[in-house]
């Protein structure tokens, strides 16, 4: 079946440095989500990208939807202690579809 | 806050008893989805309804059933309940059948 693969699976940083993780499948997908959870709580949507090559930023993120279709990237600059939590993509395969795959996150430690 | 609410938060129960988790999506919402999620595991898409009717289904296990009612709101329900049902279940609501998911805060089922 589809799968997303996330990388990396953790990661811990220095406060003030640059992250950068992706998601990548053999499938083609129209949507890509980016979602942060902390613990105990729900996902909160940071980015939605919904064409091909698409780059959008909210704040100090920023989402690319890949070229090929196949992946995503997120990249968080100037990382902050707030910034800690599970990272997840989740990806749309076919248009108009409501199935949502989700990627095994990425647990993201900052070191003040 | 996502607009997205869950009752009730948390849930302590015996393995073989039934339970019913409720969710009222954001205002204007008309899909609700629901997921499961192990610990430190990955979101588990579980069925969506979109404006009272299934619309898909993920890997929901026979035991579990939903239904959307005409206000929109959502119950899933989980019987004969075993110990490996233990798990943050969640829901989110999205304003077509497609598109950015937004979630609930979740209801925390343990199964003793």
């Known amino acids: 079946g589809q799968q997303l693969n996330q990388s990396p699976q953790s990661m811990f940083i220095q406060e003030g440095e640059d992250v950068s993780m992706n998601c990548t499948s053999s499938s083609i997908f129209n949507t890509w989500l980016w979602y942060k959870q902390e613990p105990g709580e729900g996902p909160v949507l940071l980015i939605a990208?919904?064409?091909?090559?698409e780059l959008t930023s909210n704040g100090r993120l920023t989402a690319q939807f890949g070229i090929t279709r196949k992946d995503s990237f997120l990249n968080i600059s100037a990382s902050i202690p707030s910034d800690v939590g599970i990272y997840f993509c989740a990806a749309s395969p076919t248009s108009g579809t409501y199935k949502y795959i989700f990627g095994t996150g990425t647990r993201l430690k900052v070191l003040a | 806050d996502s607009g997205v609410t869950q009752t009730p938060k948390h849930l302590i129960t015996a393995t073989g008893q039934r339970v019913t988790l409720r969710c009222s999506p954001r205002s204007g919402d008309l899909s609700v989805y629901w997921y499961q999620q192990s610990l430190d595991q990955g979101l588990q898409f579980l069925i969506q309804y979109y404006n009272g009717e299934e619309r898909a289904k993920g890997n929901i296990l026979e035991r579990f059933s939903a239904q959307q009612f005409p206000d929109l709101h959502s119950e899933l329900n989980l019987s004969s309940l075993e110990l490996g049902d233990s798990a943050l279940y969640f829901c989110a609501s999205s304003v077509a059948g497609a598109g950015e998911q937004y979630f609930g805060p979740g209801t925390r089922l343990t199964v003793t």
């Open positions: 990208l919904y064409k091909a090559g």
